[in-house]
């Protein structure tokens, strides 16, 4: 795991447009894959993405994309759900064919089915190459709230209230937001190739450090991240300030080798 820790937000949304850029560019495979997040957090990043197509040329075409969530009874026309948040943000922007954007299905009949289905779609996939996370400020990832199994697959849960309360001004109430999500499991996201966790903002700073350098508990989802042998965290200096090695960090980012990439 490499924590780096930037000046500003720009900064990080420039980093982890790089690392996704070369994923595109250098991968070996034919169709490279995408895991994409929603939510604010990765808004910038997308934001670069889509300038570097428009002004440097960069294709998304031969790729494709996986969600990391989606509400369930939330039809994917409405403008909260997340398969019309990625085209919004990202898919519209860029020249990736919409229907390599996959996403889970919400209003499925049988939600169990369609949970396996989506594990399986993803491997049938190849696997994700780089997987956009942000972190929520009760420590999940995707929508794994605390409590989560470490080897979680695809499935449903239930949103604690807090989550509710952060994602509450993207509907006109808070009794607007669903309770009950379909999410990628902590063991799915793990066997994506790279992690990318983006955080900004001092109200994650706490959430950030327990996921770092606390320890590996589904009290803190985002932990898990410590298993996985290759993970960047991008963080500003108001995410990092929880941090008790953020000297290290900084050190150790200014000091790397010119050859070894994020």
């Given at each position: 795991m490499e924590i780096v820790i930037l000046d500003g937000v720009d900064a990080v949304d420039r980093t982890a447009a790089d690392i996704v850029e070369r994923t595109v560019r250098t991968t070996q495979k034919s169709t490279p894959v995408l895991g994409l997040a929603t939510g604010s957090t990765p808004v910038g990043t997308y934001r670069e993405l889509a300038r570097r197509h428009r002004d440097e040329g960069l294709s998304f075409s031969h790729c494709r994309a996986f969600l990391l969530d989606e509400y369930i009874g939330l039809a994917r026309s409405a403008e909260q759900s997340y398969f019309s948040f990625i085209r919004e943000n990202f898919v519209d922007h860029v020249d990736l064919d919409d229907a390599a954007v996959f996403s889970p299905d919400g209003e499925a009949h049988d939600i169990?089915?369609?949970?396996?289905?989506?594990?399986?779609?993803?491997?049938?996939?190849?696997?994700?190459?780089?997987?956009?996370?942000?972190?929520?400020?009760?420590?999940?990832?995707?929508?794994?709230?605390?409590?989560?199994?470490?080897?979680?697959?695809?499935?449903?849960?239930?949103?604690?209230?807090?989550?509710?309360?952060?994602?509450?001004?993207?509907?006109?109430?808070?009794?607007?937001?669903?309770?009950?999500?379909?999410?990628q499991g902590l063991a799915t996201i793990d066997e994506a190739r790279h992690l990318v966790l983006i955080a900004t903002g001092e109200s994650k700073a706490e959430a950030?450090?327990?996921?770092?350098?606390?320890?590996?508990?589904a009290h803190c989802p985002a932990s898990v991240i410590q298993w996985h042998p290759h993970v960047s965290v991008l963080l500003d200096d108001a995410a990092a300030s929880s941090l008790a090695l953020a000297e290290y960090y900084r050190y150790a980012y200014a000091n790397k080798p010119r050859w070894q990439h994020l």
């Open positions: 169990a089915a369609e949970a396996q289905r989506y594990d399986a779609a993803i491997a049938e996939a190849g696997g994700i190459d780089v997987q956009i996370l942000g972190i929520g400020t009760d420590g999940h990832i995707g929508f794994n709230e605390p409590g989560s199994s470490l080897r979680s697959r695809t499935r449903v849960k239930t949103l604690t209230e807090q989550t509710r309360t952060d994602n509450a001004r993207f509907f006109d109430s808070p009794d607007a937001v669903p309770h009950h999500v379909l999410t950030v450090a327990a996921a770092v350098e606390g320890p590996l508990s």
